[in-house]
């Protein structure tokens, strides 16, 4: 199994490789050799050595015993088409020329005894290649010469490749360009399956999560495909989950919220039932402190149903054409009469002649302010200011929300989960506003904008 894994592997391809590029120049170069010279030995209109064509000569004139004169011209004819570059000619036992393949004037049409030694003499080892045999086995028949310029006879790997060197030179080319082609295409391969896994990773779907990729080879990059389909199966199956268990959890949440409101309104009913009693000063601060807990509770399990409908999408946004700042005006008057109470300076700018009209929601754009003003009379009375500014802008406008109190880095009793400032954030997201909160010691500032998005 393992083996089977190794020879599929991209380190199995990869050695390979390098072995081919180890072993290129000591077999290819000399297996190209022996292929070219064994094409060159094979071809019928090749040379071959001085030692084989003297025998074959001697054969050919053996063969020629008792042949007429037709006979030998023919013969003559057959080893001329054979090595065009040769000359033939027959000498009789009298001396005399009888035929010459082709004409020849330097040759005597007679030939004596010391003109044939000194022709010997001449042509042994010399240029042309010459060979000299009797026809037949009787010498009284005369005798045959066949001659040919020894660089026809020249055979070896050098008359080769001095004759078609740029043959040789382009096969070992070809060679080479074929290895870099083998090379280039195993690289090519790796890494466009690389840059289609990478792709494919920042390729999402709507849920955030890519999709799986086809898996077309098991070797290292086919399991690292394999991991990443593995990793988007638990992925799905962990959105799977949190989305069942979000949903769960909503549910409990809406149904809580549903229940509990039940008992407050009879707790409620009783604790007004119970002030119009006569009670010591102690049970008059104890129900006031009771009524006010139950207001925070109230107020809590709206903020919890409130959530909840905003993350499902099931709260109801009607966006319309409203001047924002009179919008802003209506929610703070209607709540003056709780920062009077508490003591709260008020600081109001809001431009009446330079109203903007906006798209949104006027019930979101209120229940935001509530939550804001909420957030100041729980937690900052201490510092006794609030400021409501705001302006109207070249993009759109600005509104500023201003206390002097401790801020949100600083615990205190009434502080909650944060369920109303999400609820800020969920919602003016979806009124496309933006908004940002500094707060510190000396107070808190959260600053809302509209840009772009005017009615």
Not at 315 to 336: G, M, Q
């Amino acid at each position: 199994m393992k083996l089977a894994k190794f020879r599929h592997s991209l380190l199995a391809r990869y050695l390979l490789l390098i072995f081919a590029a180890l072993m290129f120049i000591p077999i290819a170069f000399p297996t190209f050799t022996v292929i070219w010279y064994s094409f060159e030995m094979d071809n019928e209109t090749a040379t071959i050595n001085g030692e084989g064509l003297e025998k074959l000569w001697h054969q050919e004139a053996k063969g020629l015993n008792n042949a007429s004169a037709e006979e030998i011209k023919k013969r003559f004819s057959l080893m001329k088409n054979r090595y065009p570059e040769s000359t033939m000619f027959w000498v009789d036992h009298l001396g005399d020329l009888q035929t010459s393949l082709p004409e020849r004037s330097d040759i005597p049409s007679n030939w004596s005894a010391t003109y044939t030694v000194e022709f010997m003499k001449k042509s042994y080892d010399g240029d042309p290649f010459t060979t000299v045999a009797f026809i037949g086995e009787d010498q009284n028949n005369g005798f045959i010469v066949f001659q040919i310029p020894r660089d026809e006879l020249d055979s070896s790997v050098d008359s080769l490749m001095s004759r078609y060197y740029y043959l040789f030179y382009a096969g070992l080319l070809v060679l080479f360009a074929l290895f870099i082609f083998i090379s280039w295409l195993l690289f090519y391969r790796m890494r466009k399956r690389l840059l289609r896994l990478g792709k494919t990773m920042d390729q999402q779907e709507a849920d955030g999560i890519p999709k799986q990729i086809a898996v077309s080879k098991m070797d290292e990059i086919g399991q690292l495909e394999q991991s990443f389909n593995n990793m988007i199966d638990k992925l799905e199956e962990s959105r799977d989950r949190q989305q069942e268990e979000e949903s769960l959890r909503r549910q409990l949440i809406a149904n809580l919220s549903h229940d509990l409101r039940t008992p407050l309104t009879t707790l409620r009913g009783h604790l007004y039932t119970l002030q119009k009693e006569s009670l010591s000063k102690q049970g008059q601060d104890s129900l006031q402190l009771i009524d006010h807990k139950i207001t925070y509770l109230g107020q809590l399990i709206d903020n919890l149903l409130s959530y909840t409908l905003l993350t499902t999408g099931k709260y109801p946004n009607k966006p319309e054409a409203i001047f924002i700042f009179r919008a802003v005006r209506i929610t703070v008057a209607s709540w003056y009469p709780t920062f009077e109470k508490g003591g709260f300076h008020m600081d109001i700018e809001l431009p009446e002649k330079e109203d903007i009209i906006w798209e949104l929601d006027a019930s979101w754009l209120e229940r935001v302010l509530d939550n804001i003003f909420q957030n100041v009379v729980r937690h900052a009375k201490a510092g006794g200011y609030i400021g409501i500014k705001g302006k109207r802008t070249k993009q759109g406008f600005e509104l500023d929300i201003i206390d002097h109190g401790p801020g949100f880095t600083k615990e205190s009793e009434n502080k909650g989960a944060g369920i109303g400032m999400a609820i800020i954030s969920l919602m003016l997201k979806e009124m496309n506003l933006q908004w940002e909160m500094e707060t510190d010691e000396e107070g808190t500032i959260i600053h809302i904008s509209g840009k772009g998005e005017r009615g």
